[in-house]
C-alpha cells in the first residue's frame, strides 16, 4: 500500500483520464433510462455502441432503428463482451451488474457499473461541456447529487461564451506558434480577462483576437526586455 492510500485510510483514489473511444466498441448491458444516458453519451463521443437487454427504452430503440446502435434483443451472456473496449452494465438486476462486472474484469476491460461504483474499475464524472472545452465533477461514487448540484452552479458559471473563447486561444495559439513569438503560461493568464468575453458575448470576435494578440505580445516585449536588463 502507498503512502498516499494509508493517508485516505486504504482507500485508493481514481485516476482521472479522457479516453479516447472514437469507433471503438463500447457494450451496454440493459437497455432501460440509466442505459439510455450512458448509450448517448458513449454515441457523443464516437463509440460503436451494442445495447444488450430484453427491452428498449423508446429513445434506445429510436436509435437502433435509425442504425446508431446494435440491437441484442436478448438476456446477457457470457461472451457478450468479447472484443469490447469499454462495459457499462446499467440493468435493474444487482445479480447481472455483479456478472458482467466480473467478466469485464476478468477479460481486462474497463467496467462501469451503475449504482455500484465500487464493482467497477472506472466511474464517469458529472460534466458540463461548452464544445471542446470540459469540466467534470466526481464525488468518488458516494453522491451523485452532490455531483450534480456543483454541476448545476459551474454551469451558471461556465458561460457559452468560453467555448468561443477557447476557439479564440486555439487560433492565437497557433498563430503566434508559427510567428515564432515566445508566451509564457503567466502572460497567457494575465490577457485572458473578462473583456474578452463580453466581446465575445457581443459577437466582436475579430476585435477580442486582436486584443489578446497585443496582450500576449505586449508581455513577451516585456519579459525580453527584462531578460535583457539581466545581462
Known amino acids: 500500500?502507498?503512502?498516499l492510500n494509508q493517508e485516505r485510510g486504504g482507500v485508493s483514489e481514481y485516476y482521472p483520464?479522457?479516453?479516447?473511444i472514437e469507433g471503438r466498441r463500447c457494450v451496454v448491458v440493459g437497455g432501460g433510462q440509466v442505459a439510455e444516458r450512458k448509450v448517448k453519451s458513449l454515441l457523443r463521443c464516437g463509440g460503436q455502441v451494442t445495447v444488450i437487454s430484453l427491452e428498449l427504452s423508446p429513445p434506445l430503440r429510436k436509435l437502433w432503428s435509425s442504425g446508431q446502435i446494435d440491437f441484442v434483443e436478448r438476456g446477457y451472456c457470457t461472451g457478450d463482451l468479447d472484443g469490447a473496449f469499454i462495459v457499462v452494465a446499467a440493468?435493474?438486476?444487482l445479480g447481472i451488474n455483479a456478472r458482467v462486472a466480473?467478466?469485464?474484469?476478468?477479460k481486462?476491460?474497463?467496467v462501469n457499473v451503475v449504482d455500484a461504483p465500487d464493482r467497477g474499475n472506472f466511474i464517469v464524472p458529472s460534466v458540463v461541456r461548452r464544445g471542446d472545452l470540459l469540466v467534470g465533477v466526481s464525488t468518488h461514487g458516494r453522491s451523485p447529487a452532490l455531483a450534480r448540484k456543483l454541476r448545476a452552479?459551474?454551469?451558471?458559471?461556465l458561460l457559452p461564451?468560453?467555448?468561443?473563447?477557447l476557439e479564440l486561444v486555439a487560433e492565437v495559439r497557433h498563430d503566434i506558434g508559427r510567428n515564432g513569438l515566445s508566451v509564457d503560461s503567466e502572460a497567457w493568464q494575465?490577457?485572458?480577462d473578462a473583456e474578452l468575453l463580453e466581446l465575445l458575448k457581443s459577437g466582436l470576435t475579430e476585435r477580442a483576437k486582436s486584443m489578446l494578440i497585443s496582450s500576449l505580445q505586449r508581455h513577451s516585449m516585456a519579459a525580453s526586455e527584462t531578460v535583457g536588463g539581466r545581462r
Open 190 to 192: 494575465d490577457s485572458l
Open 108 to 110: 481486462g476491460k474497463l
Open 91 to 93: 440493468t435493474s438486476d
Open 1 to 3: 500500500m502507498s503512502i
Open 102 to 106: 466480473e467478466e469485464a474484469e476478468s
Open 153 to 157: 452552479e459551474i454551469e451558471r458559471v
Open 17 to 20: 483520464a479522457h479516453l479516447n
Open 161 to 165: 461564451e468560453y467555448e468561443s473563447l
